[in-house]
């Protein structure tokens, strides 16, 4: 091995990711009501938050701090449970850094750029090389040490990962231009109008939320942009375009250092409304979905019970536990049928009731009779015998929260109100 690819896989020892798991995700409504974005169920057995961190982990980053704010109990135990196998001896931490007034007893996290700023002597402590800034609400598989390696070649000391996105939903990222050496000349945050890439009038190039930074300049820089005019105390829409105004920042295309199989493009979802959360999640019950959470040389990381398997019941007439095209979790019993669904743990569907294209989160009982189809049911619902939901959108919607799409959430409180 050459001195050069030696160093180059030690970078990942000289970084420190920075996960910025403190948004509330108002997008996704009554979801969000208990927990935190970052702390909602995802795949069958995951929280979102776990992504980021199992990308840090499977590239060799393990050194993480975790800065959590809106309604964090659930992410932070989460956390405390599921992710503490990291070795201090060895330089590995999970830390956690709730919002707690550290600089003055008026200010909570203003924005992310804040969060980072009220945390720099800590950071400071552990003496990282590079920062690496990550937004904890999307799913995706990616490999930051391709990343790494190409910001200390390139020799600048911002970049920020990116993407392509259609046009028609550009407005709701950081939107860049770049010239053929990925320079960014131009960012603008969740522009009403955004920029398409040149020669590609439906695509726009998109901020993931990724930055990664040279921790010596950032310690030098963010105090001046925190002591300035800057309204947002925000990455994207103060630090990033100071960034591309000063020509020091330049765009890592996600297709670099995505992981997945050949031929299914680069996976990344922003699962945040309720339209994308439950399609996400459907999407893992195809036969061969575009991301793969069965790639033991890749694998996500996260904290679940010690359950028994999933178990189905009764083999007699009408009354036979199935399932088509589905995914069931740990502790389940199922007696009734399911076709297209996503079961999390510890869920209960009942003889003669049927379950279609649903989302069914933790605890969750189906009652006999009961019919579901497209909906997303929140940890802990208790589903009336005979209750029919999604085959009149009249009544769904008088009852639950229907979005425009057809996909009915289903809460304990909506459910109480029913009595």
């Not at 050459?2 to 920075?18: G, K, V």
């Not at 955004?194 to 950032?218: H, K, N, Q, T």
């Not at 309204?231 to 996600?254: K, L, N, Q």
């Not at 909906?375 to 029919?388: A, S, T």
Request: aromatic share 8%; charged share 25%.
């Amino acid at each position: 091995m050459t001195e050069n690819a030696l160093a180059r896989l030690q970078l990942p020892r000289r970084a420190m990711a920075l996960v910025l798991a403190g948004g509330r995700g108002s997008r996704l409504q009554q979801l969000t009501d208990i927990r935190s974005k970052p702390a909602v169920y995802f795949g069958g057995k995951f929280r979102i938050v776990d992504f980021a961190m199992s990308n840090c982990l499977n590239s060799g980053i393990r050194r993480m701090a975790v800065m959590t704010q809106y309604k964090s109990h659930s992410l932070l135990r989460h956390i405390q449970r599921g992710w503490g196998f990291m070795r201090g001896e060895l330089n590995e931490f999970v830390d956690l850094l709730p919002a707690q007034q550290r600089l003055d007893d008026v200010s909570w996290y203003r924005g992310t750029a804040d969060a980072v700023f009220q945390n720099l002597d800590i950071i400071r402590h552990h003496r990282p090389e590079y920062l690496l800034i990550l937004a904890a609400d999307h799913i995706y598989k990616m490999d930051y040490s391709m990343m790494l390696a190409e910001h200390v070649e390139r020799g600048v000391p911002c970049t920020v990962g990116c993407f392509e996105v259609p046009l028609a939903e550009a407005s709701a990222f950081g939107v860049m231009k770049v010239d053929e050496n990925d320079r960014i000349l131009e960012f603008a945050e969740k522009p009403a109008k955004p920029e398409p890439i040149p020669g590609r009038p439906d695509v726009a190039l998109a901020s993931m939320g990724i930055y990664l930074f040279d921790a010596e300049f950032l310690y030098d820089e963010l105090p001046k942009f925190m002591s300035g005019e800057m309204t947002h105390h925000d990455f994207g829409r103060d630090v990033i375009p100071a960034m591309v105004a000063g020509g020091r920042a330049i765009a890592h295309p996600f297709s670099r250092s995505c992981v997945g199989e050949p031929g299914k493009g680069a996976y990344w979802r922003d699962v945040g409304t309720l339209d994308a959360y439950w399609e996400a999640n459907i999407d893992l019950t195809a036969t061969d979905p575009q991301l793969n959470l069965y790639d033991r040389d890749w694998p996500i990381w996260t904290y679940q019970e010690q359950l028994p398997p999933a178990k189905f019941v009764h083999n007699m007439g009408d009354r036979r536990g199935m399932a088509t095209e589905s995914m069931v979790s740990g502790g389940c019993i199922i007696s009734g049928s399911l076709n297209r669904s996503l079961l999390f743990s510890s869920c209960r569907v009942h003889s003669f009731s049927k379950v279609e294209w649903s989302v069914l989160l933790p605890e969750v009982q189906v009652g006999r009779g009961a019919r579901l189809t497209k909906c997303i049911v929140d940890r802990g619902c208790e589903i009336p015998d005979g209750l029919v939901v999604g085959e009149d959108p009249v009544a769904d919607a008088a009852r639950f929260n229907r979005t425009e799409r057809g996909v009915t959430l289903i809460t304990r409180d909506m459910l109480a109100a029913l009595a």
